[in-house]
């Protein structure tokens, strides 16, 4: 009689097993392709910092084209300094939370 209960428990344990790894990857996706915008933001903000620096307006207007959708850039050049913040929401799907992802650049600015 024994055998007979335990003959569905294999089915169950390995729909749950299926859940939880369908969980964990789903979870390994949304963190790198969080870690992904993190990068593009961090690129983005050196390679604006950079153009400003060297007062090349049209290839900082360029590398702004190059930050994450819905992304904010603010520049500050004051003082023979240059400080650029890329910051962009993360939220690949609507079911979970957005994850802000913000990058800072310095850079003192070029003489001439």
């Known amino acids: 009689m024994t055998r007979n209960r335990q003959r569905g428990m294999v089915t169950a344990e390995i729909a749950v097993g299926l859940l939880c790894l369908v969980v964990i990857l789903v979870g390994i996706g949304f963190g790198l392709g969080a870690m992904n915008q993190q990068v593009r933001c961090s690129e983005a903000a050196a390679e604006i910092a950079r153009q400003v620096a060297r007062g090349d307006d ?6 702004r084209q190059r930050v994450p959708d819905g992304a904010e850039v603010s520049v500050f050049d004051e003082g023979g300094r240059v400080e650029v913040t890329v910051e962009a929401a993360y939220r690949p799907f609507d079911l979970v939370p957005a994850i802000t992802t913000t990058a800072r650049s310095r850079i003192g600015s070029e003489p001439g």
């Open 58 to 63: 049209a290839a900082a207007d360029l590398a």
